[in-house]
């Protein structure tokens, strides 16, 4: 291959010509992305693609969009090779659950910082009630409704991962606030969804 150059106007042949073992000429659709210092980007892209379905592929694409296409050929082709089955959607789902988990600790931090909020602002019409009785309703209220925005910020966070059976028990507990009992077992369950997003 001594008279033979490639596009960059070197007398090696790119690494796509190397290893097909065929001349590499100014016009080889290849020799940009595929320099011949690094064979194992074109080997991989090969195994996976095939070079013919990547020179079609790169022959339809405008010339400043090959390099984008190539790159994301050789993404792709890593991918596969380290899941034969799914390749790179199996990273992007893993990384769309971790964005998932990521959201309902901080919905789970934003109702905390709420409740805290609500809290004192109680904390501070206490101190100018006019009657303990009064002071006691207020605070009882003003609890309910921290657990309820707390409870319901993180329902919408947590919905995808929710059944529909348990995004109804979830409603139909929002709807009987009124006691104390149901109080303390959203309490509860807010604790068991925190544990759950911070360890699965």
């Given amino acids: 291959m001594a008279g033979s150059g490639s ?3 070197s007398s090696s042949p790119c690494a796509s010509c190397k290893l097909l073992r065929r001349r590499c000429t100014q016009e080889c659709v290849f020799a940009p992305y595929f320099p011949p210092e690094d064979p194992h980007k074109f080997a991989i892209v090969h195994k996976v693609f095939g070079a013919s ?3 079609k592929m790169l022959q339809e694409l405008p010339a400043q969009q090959r390099a984008d296409a190539v790159s994301s050929l050789v993404y792709e082709a890593n991918a596969r090779m380290r899941d034969p089955v799914y390749g790179c959607v199996g990273a992007i789902s893993y990384l769309q659950q971790q964005v998932s988990q990521l959201q309902m600790q901080l919905a789970l931090a934003k109702a905390e910082i709420l409740c805290v909020q609500m809290q004192q602002h109680d904390a501070h019409h206490a101190a100018i009630a006019s009657s303990p009785s009064q002071h006691l309703k ?9 657990e309820a ?11 995808r991962l929710m059944n529909s059976t348990a995004a109804a028990h979830h ?14 077992m959203m309490l509860q369950e807010i604790t068991c969804l925190k544990k759950e997003s911070l360890w699965t």
Avoid: I, R, T
């Fill in 53 to 55: 379905n990547v020179s």
């Fill in 138 to 146: 207020q605070q009882q209220l003003m609890e309910m409704e921290c």
């Fill in 171 to 184: 409603q139909q507990m929002l709807g009987s606030l009124g006691s104390a009992g149901n109080s303390a």
């Fill in 7 to 9: 596009s960059s106007g």
């Fill in 149 to 159: 925005a707390a409870y319901g910020s993180l329902l919408m966070q947590n919905g």
